[in-house]
């Protein structure tokens, strides 16, 4: 790591005075994300992270976002701790031009990855349900404020990294949908309500001692907090096919983070909010396994056509409420679940 240690983003760290003159500091490489470079720094007896953002993430496409979005996470960041102490990581320091920041480093020993635990099959219904109500009370907070919506006001930023990814490159893989994937993006760039995260994923929520720590907000945007929680409810269903025995927990844990939401949703109609966040769903699960970002956990084809036996009708026929999607999933994996058993039963009458 000479080369990092003696680069711009040392030269940043010592001029923020977290390297003192002197010090030597040692930079680990910290996994996990696709668009940014992220250090364990240990210097003069401190223990930091540090975050640079990439313009080119690390998917199989070509996908280019500008490094701008690095200034709107530290935003995020602040604000969401002002909102709910300890829901996200405190701002050590930031230089906006290199496109990095220095934030406090928490360690896995008492703030686990959410995704780890899920990984395991541990499915924590009451953490679930403190990641609905973290999310919601960001969004009361911020909600119909001229404010927030100046500072995020980050629609191409959005567009570039969420909309155009996941839904419209979606819509390109499916003709027949493509009408409804692009009319559904253009109607969520449309709609401004309050400050959404953008990236509400297990692997960027830490199960903190105090409840749920939001990382990664580099998607920070002002619209439709209905894309948050869609987002987030997504991999409770992805993660059925991930960890197969956890399914049960996973699904209650859909339940949990969307009733806890929902009952705190004060800034509009629950039901509209619902509505949208019911078709956002299925698209959004069609997505990560035919769009620009596919999740890394679903490879077997098999598996991909189970989510698109449940996504594609849902997109082209919407529910107004996210159980449905969430029951349309389930059925579709009890069903596979039956059909397995008889194939099994029938295998056995043979011998």
């Known amino acids: 790591m000479a080369s990092i240690a003696h680069g711009p983003v040392a030269a940043f760290l010592r001029e923020a005075g977290l390297i003192a003159a002197g010090d030597t500091a040692r930079f680990t490489p910290l996994t996990g994300g696709v668009a940014s470079d992220i250090w364990k720094v240990e210097a003069g007896g401190r223990i930091f992270a540090v975050k640079r953002a990439l313009e080119k993430l690390r998917v199989a496409r070509d996908w280019r976002v500008p490094v701008t979005r690095n200034v709107s996470e530290v935003e995020w960041l602040r604000v969401a701790a002002q909102v709910v102490p300890h829901a996200a990581p405190r701002v050590l320091a930031h230089d906006a031009a290199l496109g990095a920041f220095a934030m406090e480093y928490l360690d896995s020993a008492d703030h686990p990855v959410w995704k780890a635990q899920l990984a395991a099959g541990y499915a924590d219904v009451a953490f679930a349900a403190r990641v609905g109500n973290t999310i919601a009370t960001i969004h009361a907070a911020t909600a119909h404020s001229d404010n927030y919506a100046r500072r ?33 993006s253009r109607d969520t760039l449309a709609t401004k309500v309050a400050l959404v995260h953008g990236d509400v994923s297990p692997k960027n929520i830490l199960a903190g001692p105090q409840g749920p720590v939001l990382l990664d907000a580099e998607c920070a945007w ?11 409810l997504n991999h409770m269903l992805l993660k059925c096919l991930w960890v197969p025995q956890a399914r049960a927990g996973f699904l209650a844990c859909f339940d949990a983070l969307a009733a806890t939401y929902l009952q705190h949703v004060d800034w509009e109609a629950p039901a509209g909010l619902e509505r949208r966040a019911a078709e956002l769903l299925p698209a959004l699960f069609l997505a990560r396994v035919d769009g620009k970002s ?4 679903i490879v077997n084809e098999a598996d991909k056509e189970r989510v698109r036996r449940v996504a594609i009708p849902l997109i082209a026929s919407p529910s107004e409420q996210l159980a449905k999607v969430r029951d349309a999933w389930a059925l579709a994996l009890s069903n596979e679940v039956d059909t397995g058993s008889r194939e099994e039963n029938a295998a056995r009458e043979k011998f």
């Open 152 to 184: 995020f006001a980050n629609d191409a930023l959005f567009h570039a990294i969420r909309l155009e990814p996941y839904l419209e490159a979606t819509a390109q893989a499916y003709p027949d949908l493509a009408d409804m994937l692009m009319q559904l």
């Open 222 to 232: 002002y619209g439709d907090p209905a894309f948050d929680l869609a987002f987030c």
């Open 294 to 297: 596919p999740v890394e956990y």
